[in-house]
Nanobody
Framework: QVQLVESGGGLVQTGGSLRLSCVASGGTFSWYIMGWFRQGPGKEREFVSAIGKIGISTYYGDSVKGRFTVSRDNTKSAVYLEMNSLKPEDTAVYYC????????????????WGQGTQVTVSS
């Protein structure tokens, strides 16, 4: 069983930056593909980014491509999301998620989820 805890959310102005962290426990972290998702008010959950088990393969949703960077440190059982050039439309609850099976470029199959961290970008 894997537990995921996000941190790093907060209030930031348009154009600012923020780094989210997600720390895993209870499993072998390197066995898991990790993903980031977000859900804004009144919106469906949206794929943000994913990173492969050893951090080589990365994928991004179109809305964040070029602005966000995902990374992981398997020695710390942690995955990070560096968010730059933030826009008001980035305002959402951000969730990290894990899956042990499937491909990194698939948005399906995540079966472990954190509780989320709120990111608010002021206009």
């Amino acid at each position: 069983q894997v537990q995921l805890v996000e941190s790093g959310g907060g209030l930031v102005q348009t154009g600012g930056s923020l780094r989210l962290s997600c720390v895993a426990s209870g499993g072998t972290f390197s066995w898991y593909i990790m993903g980031w998702f977000r859900q804004g008010p009144g919106k469906e959950r949206e794929f943000v980014s994913a990173i492969g088990k050893i951090g080589i393969s990365t994928y991004y949703g179109d809305s964040v491509k070029g602005r966000f960077t995902v990374s992981r440190d398997n020695t710390k059982s942690a995955v990070y999301l560096e968010m730059n050039s933030l826009k008001p439309e980035d305002t959402a609850v951000y969730y990290c998620a894990a899956k042990s099976w499937g491909s990194t470029d698939s948005q399906d199959g995540y079966n472990y989820w954190g509780q989320g961290t709120q990111v608010t970008v002021s206009s």
